[in-house]
């Protein structure tokens, strides 16, 4: 008689978390089933149980994979033995997504369990600019002016150009044209000017690696042309180096040249990661290629 109890007694306690989990369920609901892109939507979970019990935090990891991603912290919120939560959420990804049944581990008293949501599914679109789609901008609606209107105003602005070209005619007259003149700076100093002050920006130092190859490639174009006299700013790496074939420097400079030209390329298309010290490098080699390939003006002293 006492087997036959503890018979009852195992299958009792056997059955206990089937009935449990037999009376969880657990739903997902989205506000809407077509979306934008990145355009903030709310996702509505709820847990049918019993009171006290114990709910994990759920995994999005699976909805992730699909661009999914929640914009709020999870926080249930108890209704007798209904749990709710809402989450504020955005998809960063377009087409038809399928978004599969979420897991969630709960626990009641020593029972200790899963349950799954149901599956859900979402049309994500593209921003698209339909300027056919427009509504055309509707002016204010005035009450029709008359000449009597604007007539003050007109004459005021005649009588105002009047003045101003009489004035003009009159300084005009009295005062000869000014002849500016504008001594250029020359390639070299303009160069060594600009490396100094990119230097002093600290661009690659803050991580604007790109920003600061680039702007370092764009003064030794600019000096290529000043210097050269070859289309550098509109020309190719493998252009310019063509160019400075033709040019009497050493093939040491026209390595570093290529060196510099090179790795700005490699950066400016995402090719590349140079290390840290490599910047340093290039500023130091830029400026050694100003330097030494500059005009020297020759001083010519006069036979006194």
């Given at each position: 008689?006492?087997?036959?109890?503890?018979?009852?007694?195992?299958?009792?306690?056997?059955?206990?978390?089937?009935?449990?989990?037999?009376?969880?369920?657990?739903?997902?609901?989205l506000?809407?089933?077509?979306m934008?892109?990145?355009?903030?939507?709310?996702?509505?979970?709820?847990?049918?149980?019993?009171?006290?019990?114990?709910?994990?935090?759920?995994?999005?990891?699976?909805?992730?994979?699909?661009?999914?991603e929640?914009?709020?912290?999870?926080?249930?919120?108890?209704?007798?033995?209904?749990?709710?939560?809402?989450?504020?959420?955005?998809?960063?990804?377009?087409?038809?997504?399928?978004?599969?049944?979420?897991?969630?581990?709960?626990?009641?008293e020593?029972?200790?369990?899963?349950?799954?949501?149901n599956?859900?599914?979402?049309?994500?679109?593209?921003?698209?600019?339909?300027s056919?789609?427009?509504?055309?901008?509707?002016?204010?609606?005035?009450?029709?002016?008359?000449?009597?209107?604007?007539a003050?105003?007109l004459?005021?602005?005649?009588?105002?150009l009047?003045?101003?070209?009489?004035?003009?005619?009159?300084?005009?007259?009295?005062?000869?044209?000014?002849?500016?003149?504008?001594?250029?700076?020359?390639?070299?100093?303009?160069?060594?000017?600009?490396?100094?002050?990119?230097?002093?920006?600290?661009?690659?130092?803050?991580?604007?690696?790109?920003a600061?190859?680039?702007?370092?490639?764009?003064?030794?174009?600019?000096?290529?042309?000043?210097r050269?006299?070859i289309?550098a700013?509109?020309?190719?790496?493998?252009e310019?180096l063509?160019?400075?074939?033709?040019?009497?420097?050493?093939?040491?400079?026209?390595?570093d040249?290529?060196?510099?030209?090179?790795m700005a390329?490699?950066?400016?298309?995402?090719k590349?990661?140079?290390?840290?010290?490599?910047?340093?490098?290039?500023?130091?080699?830029?400026?050694?290629?100003?330097?030494?390939?500059?005009?020297?003006?020759?001083?010519?002293?006069?036979?006194?």
């Amino acid at each position: 008689m006492n087997g036959q109890y503890r018979w009852i007694y195992a299958l009792f306690f056997f059955l206990l978390p089937l009935c449990i989990t037999a009376q969880v369920t657990f739903e997902g609901r989205l506000d809407t089933n077509r979306m934008l892109i990145g355009d903030q939507h709310i996702l509505s979970l709820s847990v049918q149980g019993t009171p006290n019990m114990q709910l994990d935090t759920i995994s999005f990891r699976t909805w992730e994979e699909t661009g999914f991603e929640t914009l709020t912290p999870q926080q249930w919120q108890a209704e007798g033995n209904i749990y709710r939560q809402d989450l504020a959420y955005a998809i960063y990804d377009t087409g038809y997504i399928q978004l599969p049944p979420l897991e969630l581990i709960f626990r009641y008293e020593d029972v200790s369990d899963t349950i799954y949501s149901n599956d859900l599914a979402v049309e994500v679109n593209g921003i698209m600019v339909d300027s056919t789609g427009l509504a055309p901008i509707k002016t204010i609606i005035r009450e029709p002016l008359s000449f009597r209107d604007v007539a003050p105003y007109l004459i005021g602005l005649l009588l105002a150009l009047l003045l101003v070209w009489f004035v003009w005619r009159m300084k005009r007259r009295s005062t000869p044209p000014e002849v500016i003149v504008e001594i250029p700076i020359p390639a070299h100093e303009k160069a060594l000017k600009e490396l100094a002050e990119l230097q002093q920006q600290k661009l690659w130092q803050s991580g604007k690696i790109k920003a600061y190859q680039s702007e370092l490639t764009r003064i030794i174009r600019v000096y290529l042309e000043g210097r050269f006299g070859i289309l550098a700013m509109e020309s190719t790496t493998e252009e310019i180096l063509s160019d400075m074939r033709n040019e009497e420097i050493s093939s040491d400079l026209t390595k570093d040249l290529a060196e510099i030209l090179n790795m700005a390329d490699l950066i400016k298309f995402a090719k590349a990661k140079p290390s840290v010290d490599i910047h340093q490098r290039f500023m130091e080699l830029a400026e050694h290629f100003v330097r030494t390939t500059r005009v020297v003006e020759e001083i010519k002293e006069s036979d006194d």
